[in-house]
Nanobody
């Protein structure tokens, strides 16, 4: 089992940047592919990014492609989400997730979740 703790959220103006971190417990980080999801009030949880165990492959929806970058540091047991050119529609609670399966786009594919970190983008 792995525990996930997100950090790095906050309030930023449109066009700004934030870097989210997802620290994991234990020594099994390299068993898990990682993903980031977000959920805005009244909306379903939405896929944001995912990365393979090795970090060599990643996936993004069109809504964030070219603006967000997912990465991982297996030596630090930490995953990251660099968010640039932020827009007000990026406002949401951002969740880090881990899976022993494929680094897919569906929330149901991930077994472990963090508590979330709020990102607010003002216009």
């Amino acid at each position: 089992q792995v525990q996930l703790v997100e950090s790095g959220g906050g309030l930023v103006q449109a066009g700004g940047s934030l870097r989210l971190s997802c620290a994991t417990s234990g020594r099994t980080f390299t068993r898990y592919a990682m993903g980031w999801f977000r959920q805005a009030p009244g909306k379903e949880r939405e896929f944001v990014a995912s990365i393979s165990v090795s970090g060599s492959s990643s996936n993004y929806p069109d809504s964030v492609k070219g603006r967000f970058t997912i990465s991982r540091d297996n030596a630090k047991n930490t995953a990251y989400l660099q968010m640039n050119s932020l827009k007000p529609e990026d406002t949401a609670v951002y969740y880090c997730a881990a899976t022993m399966g494929f680094w897919g786009t569906r929330a149901s594919e991930y077994q472990y979740w963090g508590q979330g970190t709020q990102v607010t983008v003002s216009s």
